[in-house]
């Protein structure tokens, strides 16, 4: 069966939210839960012992732990923090930049996270060889280039896609959000605190254009494939990620849940989703159309 992960928070929230959070996902339907923190390593509310303190509970609750790296590396404290990861010896890690492939090649399967950037089946082939048990699909790639790489995969690489959330986009050395203050990057303050599903940016005809979430740039939409979900497990797919949100995660997954076991059909959960988003859906690049646009092939 098609199984539900919820990825990594990209928000800063404070230390008893993200407890408080994770002790209501130990009781939801999610199969995979990675936790850890994947942005910035300004934020401090939560040390490596409070993930690992937060995974032991969730593998009891039956959860599959994986600890994810962070996506841009800057500093030796940052090196030393990826190395504690990838050598924790008790939970599998989701690589998010090629230090952490390296650090985790041919020691211990690992999943390859979405920003390595796997858009072909050489690449692919690669993560194999250095141990990747799984990877998630670039939030780029489309269902056509997806049934491309889905012909070629290694023997008993799973595939997993990021079907909701909003996207992360990119990543910067700069802070945006402590910009957005007048501050550096040195003196943020730890402004994050202030937007628990980031920080909304208009165009100048005040439209929703993109999420400023500290060093990431986010869409200002959510990427949604709900409506998809039939399609998804056609092509092969083995695993569909869900992103936190700070409010309504648990709806959201219900719902998926729902539709993934058969329980709620697709029509009713797309009417219902929007009173749980914190924005409009998206799923354009799935459709290989521009990423704001958004459309359902079919509903059952």
Known sequence: MLKLALGPIQYYW?????FEFYEAIAATAVDIVYLGETVCSRRHELR???WLAIAERLDA???QVVLSTQALIESGSDLTTLRKI???GRFAVEANDMGAVHCLGNQVQFVAGPHLNVYNPSTLELMAKFGAGRWVMP????RAGLALMQQDRPAGMETEVFAYGRMPLAFSARCFTARRRNLSKDNCQFSCLD???GLLMQTRESQPFLILNGTQTQSSLVYNLLGDMAEIQALGVDVVRISPQSRHTEHIIDLFDGVRIG???TTDALQRMPDW????ACNGYWNGKPGLEYSVRSTL
């Not at 988003?277 to 409009?280: D, G, I, N, V």
């Open 14 to 18: 404070p230390r008893d939210v993200v």
């Open 48 to 50: 490596l012992a409070d």
């Open 61 to 63: 609750a039956g959860k």
């Open 86 to 88: 990838t050598d924790n």
């Open 139 to 142: 939030l780029e790639m489309g």
């Open 195 to 197: 937007y628990p599903d």
């Open 263 to 265: 329980e709620t059909s």
């Open 277 to 280: 988003m914190p924005a409009e």
